[in-house]
């Protein structure tokens, strides 16, 4: 683990060639070679509790990068604005997901001291997004916290444009590491079980873990949601699952 | 949990928010997770003019009693007066 990082705000090539914002964290810890992450941010948007994650990744030795996903809606405004404006313009679309990752994992491994490998981890609807990106792009490791509507369809009446995405599990390219909550109801663990069982059928590797005591957005630091336990132990299982995958 | 349930309807009126009043347009109500009220759910309503940009946005973030008592203070409020003035 390092003290010594820096980020910054920087602007990166994303879907369909549309220059975005982006959050850049990197250690200086003086590494010729490390992993990279690129962080998908929850729901309420490009905030600073997700800018925090990014630097907590540069500091135990990964460069990070969280693409704003609402910057084309709301360039400028608050990340709260910002999440309001998406919702009601229902979501992001999957697409154009996969090309803001895609643009962020790309910048990553230009990094002169990349070593080429790449993760994406994602919470609440980023945990959907992470899964989503991993089934369309060539990454190294995947983290789904906590994402609904993989397997289920969204519940009657909400707006969010998204439909299940489990098929194209046959297309992950990479182990997928899922931390849950066993109080949450989206996912619920009937949803997650069901994940499991179909990464199972395609043999696709992959490991879950589901908190007890623990509903949705437990590793929110900043929210009543917040389950220390269950957060540490969610840590420990991420540095443990990208030391395995995405070290040099 | 994220319930994404959301409504969505037009309204005519104005709201202050952070560079003072505005026409609000459009209202979005939710009930999911605050910003900033300390409750892990609430009823969420978004005042917003979308043609303004995203920050036209006056929002609220109500435990679901206070958003109940707050419709039946809405409701109790127009039918306190003459029904010519709110038709």
Redesign the interface.
Known sequence: MTEALTAQTIRITGFGGDEIEAYLAIPDDGAAARGSVVVIHH??GY?WPSKEIVRRFAANGYAALMPNLYFR??PG??P??????A??NGGVPDGRLVGDVGGAADYLRALQNSNGKVGVIGY??GGRQSFLAACSLPLDAAVDCYG?CIVYP??E????KVSPIVDLATDLSCPLLGLFGED???PSPAETAELSKALDEYGKPHEFHTYADA???FFSVN???YRPEAANDGWQKIWDFYGRYLAS | MCTYNTEMIEINGSGKGASGWFSLTDATVYFDHPVHAMAEHTLNIDFRNPGQGPSARVAVELTAESARALAAAIEAALASVPAALVS
Do not use: N, Q
Not at chain 1, 80 to 85: C, G
Not at chain 1, 157 to 160: F, K, N, S, V
């Open positions: 729901m309420p905030d809606e709301a405004a608050s709260d604005d910002a999440a309001a404006t919702r009601a609440c609807s609904a969204p519940p009446g909400m707006p969010l949450d109801k989206y509903g949705h957005a929210r009543p949601a």
